[in-house]
């Protein structure tokens, strides 16, 4: 009895074949990069419609065409992730990327908004008497400031009021990979 079940399970390709129940069109995954007898690899390669009957009779032209008349497509799982068939996604559609290059762009206006004294950054206003003189640079805020010097004069460096400022921004990112972890296998399929 030992070894009897040391054979049964003993999958080595050739042993595939014949056996009951892997029905014609079964996908499986397979680790070895010898395809066993009775199965092709599902790489998109164009196959013959008469060698491959049983097959194509049930594969039909879902993946491809082929040339149209002798040859069909097999489905091509090289790089590619299956996924159920849904409403969204017909028999045989593809999609989705490797990698995926980020852009996009922001834009707005900031609402007004009153700042005070201690929210301004520090800075200087040159301000030129009325009635001749120099220049004269002083630190000075909102209001008015009494200038010295000759011929100097009360001057108003003007009056703070609600303004909004535009804003905008583009961005464009580096191609990012998004593939999840995997673990390449070849999957084969049953003529």
Known sequence: MANYE???YDFDGGNLTGIE????????P?????IPTGFLECNG???SRSTYSAL???VGTTYGAGDGSSTFKLPDLQDNVPIGKSNNKALGSTGGANTV???GNVGGS???ATLSTSQLASHNHTIAPRNGGGLYNSSVGVGFHTLTGSNATVDNTGSGSSHSHNM????VGDATSVIQPYQALIYIIKT
């Open 21 to 28: 129940g892997i029905p014609t069109a079964t996908i499986v």
């Open 30 to 34: 397979w680790t070895s990069a010898s």
């Open 56 to 58: 194509f009779a049930i």
């Open 6 to 8: 040391a054979t049964k």
């Open 168 to 171: 905008s921004a583009n961005f």
């Open 110 to 112: 900031t609402a007004n």
């Open 101 to 103: 290059t980020s852009t």
């Open 45 to 47: 390669a164009l196959v």
